[in-house]
Structures are given as structure tokens and as C-alpha cells.
């Protein structure tokens, strides 16, 4: 049975920063690329950052470069999302989401929520 479980979510104010956690089971958790997406009110999900399995290579939507990482940790089978310098923009849900497999599969978590507000 697959899970992706997102925590770390919570409020904040601007300027601060958050550590989002997602851990996944029931697949070979190395063997996927692992996102995070963000979803806020009235607008579509969006990508905010990717990683490849071996955590060589990541990269991110253009409005966090240089203040949110993403990295992981195979042994956990955990990926993180390191947010800095957070502004009211960056309030939404936060989805973890794995994608891999043969035939290609996409699974998602329920999201946490991440609000930024003074």
C-alpha cells in the first residue's frame, strides 16, 4: 500500500522559514523523482521543486530559487523542503509527490498547509 505523508507545515511570519517533511512508502522510494507542488486559494496547483533519485540533480519554479531547497534522504525514504525568507505569497498547500515506476505513475500526498502572515 503506497503513502506519501507531508508534515513540517504551520504558520509563519515573513521573513521566517519552515522545514517541510514528506515520507513515503509501499514503492522503492529511490527509483522516483520526488516534487513538491503548491496549491493556492483560487489559483492551480503549481511545481515549486523537483529532485532525481540519487539527489544529484534538483530544480525549482523561478519564484523560490535561492530561498526554498529541496533534498532527500533515501535511507528514510524522505524528502525535505527547506523554506527561508517565506513571503505571504508562498501561502498554500504544500503536496509531496512521487513519479516513477513502469508504466509511469504519479502518486500525491493530502498536503499540509503552509500560511505566511504577520
Known amino acids: 500500500q503506497v503513502q506519501v505523508v507531508e508534515s513540517g507545515g504551520g504558520l509563519v511570519q515573513p521573513g521566517g522559514s519552515l522545514r517541510l517533511s514528506c515520507t513515503a512508502s509501499?514503492?522503492?522510494?529511490?527509483?522516483?523523482?520526488m516534487y513538491w507542488y503548491r496549491q493556492a486559494p483560487g489559483k492551480e496547483r503549481e511545481f515549486v521543486a523537483g529532485?532525481?533519485?540519487?539527489?544529484?540533480?534538483?530544480n525549482y519554479v523561478d519564484s523560490v530559487k535561492g530561498r526554498f531547497t529541496i533534498s532527500r534522504d533515501n535511507d528514510k525514504n524522505t524528502v525535505f523542503l527547506q523554506m527561508n525568507n517565506l513571503k505571504p505569497e508562498d501561502t498554500a498547500v504544500y503536496f509531496c509527490?512521487?513519479?516513477?515506476?513502469?508504466?509511469?505513475?504519479?502518486?500525491w500526498g493530502q498536503g499540509t498547509q503552509v500560511t505566511v502572515s504577520s
Open positions: 509527490s512521487a513519479r516513477g515506476g513502469s508504466p509511469i505513475h504519479q502518486y
Open positions: 529532485i532525481i533519485g540519487t539527489g544529484g540533480y534538483a
Open positions: 509501499g514503492f522503492t522510494f529511490s527509483n522516483y523523482v
